[in-house]
């Protein structure tokens, strides 16, 4: 009776089958993500850089405490690339959000060379970034189509340096990003879009509603799980924009198109401050997680609501 007490169920010897099996994988994760990760914490606590003459297992030898992270309060340069983070965000993921929202709208009924059309409204998506970076740099030279096509409406010569200006270079850059990751958007809403019930559009159409109040009692609170995670993609996503930029404007003209990412490669490949670097790019994780954190408990709380 008591060998038989002290088997072990068949429960847990699956348990611990499951976790011979799978604990290569694991170790293996835990060798990807948490390795780089406590390297980037101790190389962050350190003035270790390439040029220091030691390897990095030694950069205890220059150890400074949190002297890299009290640096990012007073790095004027770093606010500023923030700010312009900021800014192209709060420009491009709203727009390619309504446009995207607006093309999921039209392609959900069906029309005339809709596959067609389709096709081509998806393959700026396909574009390398920086495929699409040179594309614009191009469009937008003082010689460029893009003035010829002003020069054309307007009937008179013009010719704007886009990338030269400081306003206008970023404004060309956010224009790029919108016509790359707007079809994005609309694949993800349309994919929203396509999955709202249809039986309750049908019922609410004969009780009297129109397109308008469809849209906002039915539509969109059952597209509110699919808004969230599109806007959290692209956020995110958005903060981390540099192919484009870079071959756009290489951050300039000064550092007018200067964001986060081309901050954090200038002051690694040029300036080699990789401990300060690596003190700017932890700070930017936990913000982003923070922000991925807030976004999953929207979508959470959207279900529960839903449900």
Not at 163 to 177: F, G, K, N, Q
């Amino acid at each position: 009776m008591e060998a038989a007490h002290n088997k072990p169920s068949p429960d847990s010897e699956s348990t611990r089958l499951g976790f011979r099996l799978t604990l290569p994988a694991q170790i293996l994760v835990l060798f990807i993500a948490v390795f780089p990760l406590l390297m980037q914490l101790y190389i962050s606590l350190t003035d270790w850089s390439p040029l220091s003459g030691i390897g990095w297992w030694s950069a205890w030898e220059l150890w400074n405490g949190f002297a890299n992270y009290s640096d990012l309060v007073s790095d004027n340069r770093l606010w500023g690339a923030l700010w312009r983070t900021f800014v192209v965000m709060i420009v491009c993921v709203p727009v390619e959000f309504l446009l995207g929202l607006a093309l999921a709208t039209l392609f959900a009924d069906d029309f005339p060379g809709k596959r067609l059309f389709y096709s081509i409204l998806l393959m700026p998506m396909m574009v390398v970034p920086a495929v699409a970076g040179y594309m614009f740099f191009m469009l937008f030279q003082s010689g460029g189509p893009v003035n010829d096509i002003l020069s054309t409406l307007t009937g008179t010569r013009i010719a704007i340096a886009w990338l030269s200006d400081p306003t206008l270079a970023l404004v060309a850059v956010m224009i790029a990003d919108i016509w790359q990751w707007t079809p994005l958007m609309f694949l993800i809403l349309l994919a929203g879009l396509v999955g709202v019930p249809q039986d309750q559009i049908k019922a609410a159409t004969l009780l009297g509603a129109n397109a308008w109040q469809r849209f906002l009692t039915i539509v969109l609170p059952k597209m509110k799980t699919i808004i969230i995670i599109a806007l959290a993609i692209r956020v995110i996503e958005n903060f981390k924009i540099f192919d484009t930029l870079y071959i756009m404007t290489g951050g300039g003209p000064g550092v007018a198109t200067e964001t986060i990412s081309v901050y954090i490669y200038k002051v690694t490949t040029q300036d080699l401050i990789w401990g300060y670097v690596a003190a700017i790019a932890l700070a930017i994780l936990i913000v982003l997680s923070f922000a991925t954190v807030f976004a999953m408990k929207r979508m959470a709380a959207a279900r529960e609501a839903r449900a």
